[in-house]
């Protein structure tokens, strides 16, 4: 029996190594080399070809190699008889929890201003405003946002956080539901973003939403571009409510060089890099989920089909 490993820009060899080490007994193909259809009970993939998930009669578990899963649901034919297990590893939390704090300490300590300033040479110091003036308001308190939250409030800033079903975390005001949602923009001059793409989330950030933010506040957006109405936020940048936004992920990726965006003077703009997948730290997951179904244990996180996440 086999692994199947699909992802049409990943490093094969890399992957193949890592499972060698862990599971040394078990096949692994590369996409599209496969032996047998019958032989694979396990795929590791990031925008699998539509319609080939269906293929495989012995699957038992569709691996994310990613946080998000709607790279595999874009395919209508998703058996849905088969578990997806979602990437949620120590070494992407970490490195999506500094890229989130980097953008919140860039915009409160006034970088882009700065870093204006010295492109006319302009010698101006601005003025400070300490972390307990600022509340981070982190939309998305799932294992991504949870972790992210605690980080803000162990450095002392203020912290809401906001989700589809009420949660608790120390030390962060928790708020649920979409009556709750205008609370959370209200108090809030930095708010992430790390919720996944849903029916609910789709567009939710948008020109309504928008107005209820404070003026001059700051958006960080690194879960789901189309959770973003682009051309609401572009209006909100212009009039200055919005006084600048860092965007890691965008509802077309590679980003089109025609999208305004990239010539906008508020738009910080990284290609989808806030939390690369870690090789080492996302096969020993996979690996554990693989041996938790092996005895008959479910894997964790799964894909809910209900909740949408």
């Given at each position: 029996m086999s692994i199947l490993f699909c992802w049409e820009n990943g490093d094969a060899e890399l992957w193949r190594n890592e499972f060698a080490s862990r599971l040394p007994d078990r096949e692994f193909n590369v996409h599209p080399d496969v032996r047998s259809i019958y032989d694979v009970q396990y795929i590791l993939t990031w925008?699998?070809?539509?319609?080939?998930?269906?293929?495989?009669?012995?699957?038992k578990a569709i691996f994310s190699i990613g946080a998000?899963?709607?790279?595999?649901?874009?395919?209508?034919?998703?058996?849905?008889?088969i578990p997806i297990v979602r990437l949620i590893d120590d070494a992407s939390v970490r490195d999506m929890s500094h890229f989130a704090l980097h953008w919140a300490l860039h915009f409160q300590r006034n970088f882009h201003i700065y870093a204006k300033q010295q492109r006319i040479r302009r010698w101006q110091r601005q003025p400070y405003h300490t972390v307990d003036e600022h509340c981070v308001g982190v939309l998305g308190l799932g294992g991504m946002g949870t972790?992210?939250?605690?980080?803000?409030?162990?450095?002392?800033?203020?912290?809401?956080?906001?989700?589809?079903?009420?949660?608790?975390?120390?030390?962060?005001?928790?708020?649920?539901g979409l009556d709750e949602l205008p609370q959370l923009l209200g108090k809030t001059s930095i708010v992430v973003s790390v919720l996944p793409l849903t029916s609910d989330t789709d567009g939710l950030l948008n020109s309504e939403r928008f107005a209820l933010m404070k003026d001059g506040s700051f958006l960080i957006n690194i879960g789901r571009g189309s959770v973003?109405?682009?051309?609401?936020?572009?209006a909100a940048l212009d009039s200055g409510k919005i006084a600048g936004a860092a965007l890691d992920v965008f509802a077309t990726e590679p980003l089109p060089a025609e999208h305004p965006f990239w010539g906008h003077s508020h738009v910080h703009i990284t290609p989808h890099a806030a939390g690369p997948t870690n090789d080492t730290s996302a096969v020993a997951q996979i690996v554990s989920?693989?041996?938790?179904?092996?005895?008959?244990?479910?894997p964790?996180?799964?894909w809910d089909w209900a909740l949408g996440y």
């Open positions: 925008m699998p070809p539509i319609g080939d998930l269906k293929r495989y009669p012995n699957l998000g899963c709607d790279h595999i649901l874009r395919d209508p034919e998703v058996p849905r008889d972790p992210i939250a605690r980080l803000f409030a162990d450095l002392g800033f203020e912290v809401a956080g906001w989700s589809r079903t009420r949660r608790k975390v120390d030390k962060v005001t928790c708020l649920a973003i109405n682009d051309v609401d936020l572009i989920n693989i041996e938790k179904i092996e005895r008959g244990e479910e964790y996180p799964v």
